[in-house]
């Protein structure tokens, strides 16, 4: 039996001369909301990943309930063969923190299409086999019955709120997050690392922290793990009141002079980015009991009545605002976050910028009818984050998945 896992995939290559404390503090954050472990992404043609996965698994090995896997990216620079993927294969198969379905190391891939019939030589050359699920998107779900020979699972990706709606109803073996610090792509949920950022990535990441997404995920790995929303009910009790999350773009779209960059809407797509995106603040909120949520920008303010349960999404449309601009601020049961600025300026670049701002508000748990308490809160916004670090307590997990085949189901999940 697979256990419902939730990961997030992460880029190693970003990682030279990354410290065993930077390692140990991205685990400790990813385990504190709620996250199982970390897929780690991995080019052939760099030559520190041997280092930066031992400084990786030991750090992992610190921390209770919290696992890693390898997946061989086939797109960056080198080419993997199948001694080099064996060789490191077991390697860390026998670590402590090694991820293992059914006594085998769980290996994984970003596309490698072609090498699909030598992955039969590499569970040759590694003892105890392996338990392959490769993300072969690029064949789409009519090319990847071709090679379902080769695979113990197979994984699609998927963008926003519907898509978690849609882990809980078709239940995925496993879900990973598209990712935990791809910075360039702008699709990262952990803490800004500058060391990490490319220099051609600074203008459209400085500033804006993505935070906020974690706030949601241990209600989201709850329900997913619960089976069903209304299991999930318990998880809402251990987040205190509740949580709203908040995300949106602070340049709208139709910025007269500001270009797109060559951004394109959708995956392969052609159309300008520009035509696709919708200038809203994007909400998720769960609340333990119905409340007020108060949205502002500018001077203007907007209050939505949320009710107890199930998240409630949110979309408000810049235009409600009356064409104010200014911070965005959230406030949910007495606890109020601001992020950075909507404004009608195009960046110094003179490209508009398709990244988001993420902030959070999460209260504290007031007292119920048995006299029982919760003092965890916290906010946090897209210029600083306030809520503090801690270790995964021992049991606390997450996963995101989305496509099936085989013995396994799994949901790559892209933000």
Known sequence: MIPNNVFAHYMVGLCINQTA??????????????????????????DFTLDALRRAYDAASKLDNFTLFL?????????????????????????????????????????????????????????????????????????????????????????GYDRWE????????????????DFGESHYIGDIREEQVI???????????????RA???????????????????????????VAIAWYRPTPANITGCGDGGTKWGQEG???????????????????????LIISMGGQTRTIDLLAGPPNFIQVPFSDFANERGNVTITMNRVTSSGPAITD???????????SAAIYAKAPRTPDDTGHSNSSSGSGSGTSGSQPKSAAPAGVKTSLAVAALAAVCVVFFQL
């Open 21 to 46: 404390e930077h390692w140990f503090d991205d685990i400790s954050s990813a385990g504190a909301s709620a996250t199982d472990g970390f897929a780690l992404n991995i080019g052939a043609g760099d």
């Open 71 to 159: 997946s061989f990216d086939f797109n960056a620079a080198g080419n993997w063969t199948v001694d080099s993927i064996s060789n490191l294969t077991n390697t860390f198969k026998g670590e402590p923190a090694q991820f293992k379905v059914d006594g085998k190391p769980m290996v994984s891939t970003f596309e490698g299409v072609p090498f699909a019939k030598n992955w039969t030589d590499v569970r040759k050359k590694v003892k105890g086999g392996i338990f392959f699920v490769p993300d072969w998107t690029s064949l789409r779900p009519g090319g990847i019955g071709k090679k379902v020979d080769y695979v113990d699972g197979q994984a699609g990706r998927q963008l």
């Open 166 to 181: 849609q882990v809980l109803d078709v239940d995925p073996d496993m879900v990973e997050i598209i990712t935990w610090n």
């Open 199 to 213: 220099d051609s990535a600074k203008p459209y990441v400085d500033g804006l922290t993505h935070e906020g997404f």
């Open 216 to 242: 949601i995920l241990p209600y989201y790995a709850a329900a997913y793990k619960a089976g069903t929303i209304g299991q999930a009910r318990q998880a809402t009790l251990a987040m205190g009141d509740g």
């Open 270 to 292: 052609n159309l300008t980015a520009k035509a696709g995106v919708a200038d809203v603040i994007n909400i998720i909120a769960v609340s333990r009991k119905d409340t007020p």
């Open 345 to 355: 300026e195009c960046p110094k670049s003179s490209v508009l910028n398709f990244n």
